[in-house]
């Protein structure tokens, strides 16, 4: 199999059944974004414990494929680790996507290789990255909110 098929094919996967999609419990003001250039709407909902643990993270809107499979790939990954941890992951991704990080950063988080297949489509990577940069203002308001 092509790499770019596998990458299609993670995409088309999410795309049709997302991960952690609906609405969900959280614990400061959800994050709603938007990338009107391809018209994709994002809602996040993300609840962090007192140990800075996400304990879980739901997210709905519409959009393209890649921003919806963007956003449910980036649930799977957060889900159950440590702030600190993934804002790591978040700059890896936004990086990589600006062409500023080594892309293979990527390759040993699972799903999130799929991102790669977008970095070669200039207008798609602000549908990709929409997610990213949801849930990066989602942990600085639950940060803010919590002091
Ligand atoms: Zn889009």
């Known amino acids: 199999m092509e790499l770019d098929e596998l990458y299609q094919d993670i995409i088309l996967d999410h795309y049709k059944n997302p991960h952690n999609f609906g609405e969900g419990e959280a614990s400061c003001t959800n994050v709603e974004l938007d990338n009107p250039v391809c018209g994709d709407h994002i809602k996040l909902m993300l609840l962090i414990d007192e140990n800075d643990i996400i304990q879980d993270v ?3 809107g519409s959009g393209c494929a890649i921003s919806m499979a963007s956003a449910s790939i980036m649930t799977e990954e957060i889900k159950g680790k ?3 941890e993934v804002r790591a992951i978040i700059e890896d991704v936004l ?3 600006r ?3 080594e892309a293979d950063n990527l390759d040993e988080h ?3 290789i799929a991102l790669k297949g977008v970095m070669k489509f200039p207008v798609r990577v602000k549908c990709a990255t929409l997610a990213w940069h949801a849930v990066r203002d989602g942990i600085t308001k639950c940060e803010q909110e919590k002091k």
């Open 99 to 101: 062409g500023e990080k």
């Open 82 to 84: 440590k702030v600190q």
């Open 110 to 112: 699972g799903d999130l």
């Open 95 to 97: 990086g990589a996507m």
């Open 58 to 60: 739901k997210f709905t």
